[in-house]
């Protein structure tokens, strides 16, 4: 397999692994599943999270199928990375590696949910568009726990600043340890 078809198909394995985890992170922060963004992106990569769902059950909003129809995508970008000889073959290696880049991988699009959740807050506060509503509730959600302790003041809302914190906290120690365990940051799509 040559470098350039490898990387193709890497790219599409990023792309499924991305709508694997919009969909994980749907059902975990429970969206409108009549927004028509999510229904297109479900019915695009649901298929082989529901015939895992047959198997595992989801736990109360975590759907584990999902995960681990990610982590198994990305296995799999690994391995062909083994077959053309960018890495080494060890299985328990590339599990684990396959599961620190979809966890990355979730951080990072959370990072960029908060932020859209920010300035769509400031720009398009009136706006319906399926993809403005969608990234407001699902940031709304984010934020939530945060406005819990931090209740806005005088109209000003410093849940962000607290989730941000607590993200980029998770997001280190998280870098930390797929770096250590020798995790390829330039195969890792989480990076």
């Excluded at 298929?47 to 990610?70: C, E, H, T, Y």
């Excluded at 590696?97 to 908060?114: P, R």
């Excluded at 000003?156 to 607590?166: G, K, R, T, V």
Aim: no cysteine.
């Amino acid at each position: 397999m040559s470098e350039a078809t490898f990387f193709l198909f890497k790219a599409l394995m990023d792309v499924f692994t991305l709508g694997v985890v919009f969909n994980f992170l749907f059902r975990l922060l429970k969206v409108d599943y009549y927004n028509p963004l999510v229904q297109g992106i479900i019915r695009a990569v649901d298929l082989p999270s529901q015939f895992l769902r047959g198997f595992i059950k989801p736990i109360r909003n975590i759907d584990l199928s999902s995960f681990i129809v990610a982590i198994f995508i990305q296995a799999g970008a690994f391995y062909l990375a083994a077959a053309t000889g960018s890495i080494e073959y060890e299985p328990v290696k590339i599990l684990m590696w396959s599961t620190y880049s979809v966890i990355l991988l979730m951080l990072k699009m959370i990072w960029w949910i908060l932020l859209g959740g920010i300035i769509l807050s400031f720009v398009a506060g009136t706006n319906f568009h399926p993809a403005i509503v969608l990234i407001r509730q699902m940031s709304d959600v984010l934020f939530k726990p945060f406005r819990i302790f931090l209740p806005p003041m005088g109209g000003l809302d410093f849940s962000p600043i607290f989730a941000f914190i607590a993200l980029n906290f998770v997001q280190a120690v998280f870098v930390e340890f797929a770096v250590d365990s020798g995790l390829p940051v330039w195969l890792s799509v989480g990076f």
